[in-house]
């Protein structure tokens, strides 16, 4: 393994973190158009929350996806045709959400209002738990041949434990969307979502340790890494416990970025866990290695230069976008 | 399951055809569209005419709806490669994923980080930096245009590259040759001033619909103006670039120029241009035509001498040349009518927007009354605005389906890139669902752009610019409150 290709590896690793980060929480917020919103006029401020921010977030996740088109490309080609369906199914959430918000802003009828915020709040909870299924079932090895080609049926990847996973990142989402809005409205809407977390606090702990034993049970993460996947599912309880500190002491940014690392946690666990392999067969000697999975030393090469200089700028223009809407929005009045 | 005679290569080709064709529907108008209101939006800041910020405010709205149905669709795009091109993305992903990933780092973060900023700061920024947040976006867009038909280029004519002869794949040697392939140079601005002109039209002919209507008549008869200026300046552009592109295919790519004019048979030193003609795909020749002496090679050399080399001979060259490493039983006639046609309908309509620039700014000087007199010319325009979706369209298939049998020219076969583990039932239920949720998104982006059109400028606010048009407004200046 060269150093690039251990960089690239941990960039992929970074990206999707700052995927699940950012998008966490607007899928969060997708999700709670229906329920947590309780009038049109609520729904307009928890959807003009994230209206500034949830392309720019998206954009992480198709970043992640071209790096690792680029750096990893029969990591790429396993893992995009190898989970067909369920990454056909995620894309079908992402264009109903995605689409929602312009939409929904300029429907005239209550019922096609009341259809693009089913767009949303559906989108948003099946891409969330796609994406947790997703990752779940990569770590616990799929059927892999030898010319690298994924062949894995229904139930190879929807089982207990991918469930669980899938659960659990829509939950932790969830709590990250409603940690968010503690942190961007003010009034009605900010004690409702604090009010929410605390009732779902409780079950994300449960989500997490049915998840830990499973971990256990279904990967060899205990087994080959028994001291860093340990740390990082103890970390992964701290960021939660943290994060639920923050809702019954009220702290928003405390748990704000106590729900934002926890699911980097997942992130970084699975990426711990993954390594030195980027997919795992179930026959071992079938799993695709960071080593021959990569791109030439020259693209490498390139690509971190690129990545290097670019990034930066991205970085403070992005945090900048955060920082010009800043400001919180007002719960509307009631019986407005 | 019913044998219905389907394969993963026809349903994924098909699959790719579909996407690319629906999502270069908006991108081309989203890149256009930012174009012209960022035109609109300077003017205003230059000259302080309400009527201009009016202007990019309208037309912004229905850039939003496109660029919105634009981002959702490209995600496909950027999966569709390894969900159904996995053998394609391992052969190429040491050269086609750098483009990609740049796209989505330099241009992506660019235009969806301003977007956000130009829709919901217009009353928080002075006017030269909320313009500034939509050149941005215009830039940020192009740039991703920039970045994909690198990757295209590479794919219609490989340059800096060596195959590893290891494991079979492409391998980059060089960037720069990459980056300076005379391909991107000449389908990149290609491209762009297609964009420019398609927002140009569709703008222009929207207005000519409520010119018709004698409904807001400054308003829509200063968009007009503007649309056409840019419409002309770029349709010129567009002809005179697809004029370099398509002469450079002569030497590249010579299959798919002389399917594009329809040349089985060598063509003689006259330099006949079939105008029209028909064709008899399995026997390989044209059935009948009706020629025109020397345009052919005053489109090809720009004087009255030389000739083409036909199909025919072509695929006896490429025979000799490829039979060794493919075998002899590969077809490397590409679908002759569609290029044919394609062609002639993508330069026609180019000559047209031109001529109907020039006649609609005659008509539409500041002190003549004529454009209101001239309907049958609004009539025109307002029906021209359906056309260079066609034209984008004829455009993509010209390049697409001319390179066939290849996926990237001369070293992979489209037939050999597919994903040998995706089985027809998915692919099936795949193209099933995008093409319904294509229809959706389509039906509702051309009835919100009518609404918009018939609620006309004025229902428009700044405050609750974007907001959509609720009863209660919370992202009113009032909205914000300091915690």
């Known amino acids: 393994m060269t150093s690039y290709q251990l960089i690239w590896f941990i960039l992929i690793g970074v990206l999707f973190s700052g995927f699940f980060f950012l998008e966490g929480f607007d899928f969060g917020v997708g999700m709670l158009v229906k329920s947590f919103a309780k009038t049109e006029a609520e729904r307009d401020v928890v959807i003009r929350s994230i209206g500034p921010h949830w392309d720019g977030n998206e954009v992480w996740l198709i970043t992640a996806g071209g790096a690792m088109f680029a750096s990893f490309p029969m990591w790429y080609a396993t893992l995009f045709s190898g989970f067909y369906l369920v990454l056909f199914l995620i894309l079908a959430a992402l264009i109903f959400r995605g689409v929602s918000f312009e939409f929904r802003a300029n429907m005239q009828t209550a019922t096609w209002r009341n259809f693009w915020e089913w767009a949303s709040t559906i989108g948003s909870f099946c891409a969330a738990f796609l994406f947790g299924?997703?990752?779940?079932?990569?770590?616990?090895?799929?059927?892999?041949?030898?010319?690298?080609?994924?062949?894995?049926?229904?139930?190879?990847?929807?089982?207990?434990?991918?469930?669980?996973?899938?659960?659990?990142?829509?939950?932790?989402?969830?709590?990250?969307?409603?940690?968010?809005?503690?942190?961007?409205?003010?009034?009605?809407?900010?004690?409702?979502?604090?009010?929410?977390?605390?009732?779902?606090?409780?079950?994300?702990?449960?989500?997490?340790?049915?998840?830990?034993?499973?971990?256990?049970?279904?990967?060899?993460f205990f087994a080959k890494k028994p001291l860093t996947t340990t740390a990082i599912v103890v970390a992964l309880v701290i960021f939660t416990c943290l994060a639920y500190w923050g809702v019954l002491g009220n702290h928003e940014w405390l748990s704000f970025i106590g729900s934002g690392l926890s699911l980097v946690s997942v992130v970084v666990l699975i990426f711990n866990g993954l390594f030195p392999r980027v997919m795992v067969a179930n026959n071992p000697a079938y799993s695709l290695l960071i080593k021959n999975s990569s791109s030439s030393p020259y693209t490498l090469h390139l690509m971190t230069i690129l990545a290097f200089s670019i990034l930066p700028i991205v970085l403070v223009y992005f945090i900048w976008s955060y920082w010009v809407f800043y400001k919180r929005l007002a719960s509307p009045k009631q019986n407005a | 399951m019913l044998n219905l005679g389907l394969d993963i290569l026809g349903l994924a080709r098909f699959q790719f055809g579909m996407t690319t064709v629906f999502h270069f529907f908006f991108v081309p108008f989203s890149i256009g569209l930012a174009f012209v209101v960022a035109v609109m939006e300077t003017m205003y800041a230059i000259k302080g005419d309400e009527d201009y910020k009016k202007m990019a405010q309208f037309w912004g709205k229905m850039f939003l709806y496109s660029f919105a149905v634009g981002v959702v669709t490209g995600i496909i795009q950027e999966f569709q490669f390894g969900m159904n091109w996995s053998e394609y993305s391992r052969f190429m992903g040491d050269i086609f994923g750098a483009p990609l990933a740049i796209e989505a780092l330099a241009a992506f973060f660019m235009e969806s980080t301003f977007i956000g900023m130009w829709m919901f700061t217009w009353d928080?920024?002075?006017?030269?930096?909320?313009?500034?947040?939509?050149?941005?976006?215009?830039?940020?867009?192009?740039?991703?245009?920039?970045?994909?038909?690198?990757?295209?280029?590479?794919?219609?004519?490989?340059?800096?590259?060596?195959?590893?002869?290891?494991?079979?794949?492409?391998?980059?040697?060089?960037?720069?040759?990459?980056?300076?392939?005379?391909?991107?140079?000449?389908?990149?601005?290609?491209?762009?001033?297609?964009?420019?002109?398609?927002?140009?039209?569709?703008?222009?002919?929207?207005?000519?619909?409520?010119?018709?209507?004698k409904d807001h008549v400054t308003f829509y008869r200063k968009s007009l103006n503007v649309a056409l200026v840019i419409g002309l300046i770029f349709s010129l552009g567009s002809i005179a670039s697809g004029d370099i592109q398509s002469r450079y295919l002569i030497n590249n790519q010579p299959m798919k120029f002389a399917a594009m004019e329809g040349l089985y048979k060598d063509s003689t030193n006259k330099g006949e241009w079939s105008m029209v003609a028909g064709f008899d795909n399995k026997q390989h020749k044209t059935t009948w035509s009706v020629d025109v002496p020397y345009v052919l090679n005053l489109l090809s050399y720009h004087k009255t001498t030389g000739t083409i080399k036909g199909m025919n001979t072509i695929n006896k060259e490429l025979h000799a040349k490829y039979d060794k490493k493919?075998?002899?039983?590969?077809?490397?006639?590409?679908?002759?009518?569609?290029?044919?046609?394609?062609?002639?309908?993508?330069?026609?309509?180019?000559?047209?927007?031109?001529?109907?620039?020039?006649?609609?700014?005659?008509?539409?000087?500041?002190?003549?009354?004529?454009?209101?007199?001239?309907?049958?010319?609004?009539?025109?325009?307002?029906?021209?605005?359906?056309?260079?979706?066609?034209?984008?369209?004829?455009?993509?298939?010209?390049?697409?389906?001319?390179?066939?049998?290849?996926?990237?020219?001369?070293?992979?076969?489209?037939?050999?890139?597919?994903?040998?583990?995706?089985?027809?039932?998915?692919?099936?239920?795949?193209?099933?669902?995008?093409?319904?949720?294509?229809?959706?998104?389509?039906?509702?982006?051309?009835?919100?752009?009518?609404?918009?059109?018939?609620?006309?400028?004025?229902?428009?606010?700044?405050?609750?610019?974007?907001?959509?048009?609720?009863?209660?407004?919370?992202?009113?200046?009032?909205?914000f409150n300091h915690d």
Request: glycine residues 8%; aromatic residues 16%.
């Open chain 1, 133 to 220: 299924m997703l990752f779940t079932a990569m770590i616990a090895g799929m059927p892999i041949d030898k010319n690298g080609d994924m062949t894995a049926h229904f139930f190879d990847y929807v089982n207990l434990f991918s469930i669980v996973g899938g659960v659990a990142v829509t939950v932790l989402s969830l709590v990250h969307g409603l940690n968010f809005i503690r942190l961007k409205t003010s009034g009605e809407l900010r004690e409702r979502a604090l009010a929410w977390n605390k009732i779902l606090y409780p079950v994300l702990f449960a989500g997490e340790v049915l998840f830990a034993i499973l971990l256990y049970f279904s990967t060899d």
């Open chain 2, 124 to 213: 928080r920024f002075n006017k030269w930096v909320h313009t500034l947040f939509i050149w941005l976006v215009m830039f940020g867009s192009s740039l991703s245009a920039l970045w994909i038909l690198a990757a295209n280029s590479f794919m219609q004519n490989p340059l800096g590259y060596i195959i590893n002869q290891q494991t079979g794949h492409v391998q980059m040697v060089s960037f720069g040759a990459v980056l300076s392939n005379p391909q991107l140079w000449s389908e990149f601005p290609h491209v762009i001033f297609g964009a420019f002109v398609t927002a140009s039209f569709v703008i222009a002919g929207c207005a000519a619909w409520r010119l018709l209507k």
């Open chain 2, 326 to 479: 493919y075998g002899n039983d590969i077809n490397y006639y590409v679908p002759t009518k569609t290029l044919f046609w394609s062609f002639r309908i993508m330069s026609g309509a180019g000559a047209l927007f031109a001529l109907l620039a020039i006649v609609g700014l005659f008509f539409n000087r500041k002190k003549s009354q004529l454009i209101m007199n001239q309907r049958w010319f609004l009539y025109i325009m307002g029906l021209c605005l359906w056309l260079p979706f066609v034209v984008n369209t004829a455009g993509w298939f010209i390049t697409e389906f001319g390179r066939y049998p290849w996926v990237v020219y001369g070293l992979l076969t489209i037939a050999d890139a597919v994903s040998p583990n995706v089985s027809v039932a998915s692919l099936l239920t795949s193209n099933i669902v995008y093409f319904l949720m294509f229809a959706g998104m389509g039906l509702v982006m051309i009835v919100l752009c009518h609404r918009t059109l018939k609620a006309g400028p004025d229902t428009e606010n700044t405050d609750g610019y974007a907001a959509g048009d609720t009863d209660l407004d919370p992202y009113s200046k009032g909205a």
